[in-house]
């Protein structure tokens, strides 16, 4: 992580303190008929490099180069004991780099959780654990008025860079000067914090991205801040994120039966507990569960 992005989470306060008190989180025994089953050559080196783009609380929060905690934390820490083998956490800048991380072998998974759409699942596979909202996160008061997405023409709109939220935008952008209104001012950051920071210092009129990271931030906003679009498709059909890996690598199924397991014996829910994140939940996880490209 940066030291510009570290600061900026410093000054934003954004802390773990969003976890609330629950039942400790089991300790995993190691499964070998999993653990036999991951490639030979992370058995061989008895670890696997999980990378992400910086913190993405409350999923991620990263406290230094190889340091994070929060949900995906835990969970990266279950999933370890499960395989028997150890996860490491790297950190690279903008989405763009970890796919590209994972494809040319650098990491071998990216615990995420990173948004599952056709067009990504034809260079990757995602092992799904989370159904996410995409919402604005506005100054108090939502004094520009951003509702919906057909409000954005001729504001100010932080997103991340090359994500899902960032294509919807510049789409709506378009329709906008299609229909003789001004366009989006499309302002693609590298990490939450900055794009947040953007909102509460008044250089953007809203941040659009999901809805549980945006929650968080809200909180720690100490009322500066406001959701804003929450219940409608903003421009997306039903969002699943996960668990990235390299397209057809058999880690894929390994790490599925793996959450099976966590799912199963009730870790994966004192997980999304711990962190609020209940709302966010699916049922079961599931391998490339997007179907439906964003409107």
Known sequence: MTKIATALLMALGLTASLAQAADPIPVQQVDQALHDRLPDEIKKAGKMISVNNGSFPPYEIVNGPHSMEGAS??????????????????????????????????????????????????????????????????????????????????????????????????????????????????????????????VRSKRSDAFFSSQAPLTYFVNQAKGQLELAGKGQKNGFGDIFQGTVVPKGSPLGQVVLDAYRVLYQNGTYAAIMKKWQLEGNMTAAPGLNLAKEVTK
Do not use: W
């Not at 650098?106 to 034809?122: F, K, M, S, V, W």
């Not at 989370?130 to 001729?154: H, M, S, Y």
């Open 73 to 198: 934390a835990d969970l990266t820490t279950a999933l370890a004991q499960l395989l028997g083998v150890k996860i490491d956490h790297a950190t690279v800048s903008g989405l763009s780099g970890v796919l590209t991380g994972i494809n040319a072998g650098r990491y071998q998974l990216a615990i995420g959780p990173i948004g599952d759409y056709p067009d990504r699942q034809q260079k990757v596979d995602f092992i799904d654990f989370v159904q996410e909202f995409v919402v604005f996160g506005v100054q108090k008061g939502n004094p520009a008025k951003i509702n919906q997405l057909e409000d954005t023409c001729g504001k100010r709109i932080a997103v991340m860079a090359a994500g899902s939220a960032e294509q919807v935008i510049r789409q709506q952008s378009a329709r906008c000067s299609a229909a003789g209104k001004p366009a989006v001012t499309v302002q693609a950051f590298t990490d939450q914090p900055s794009s947040i920071l953007a």
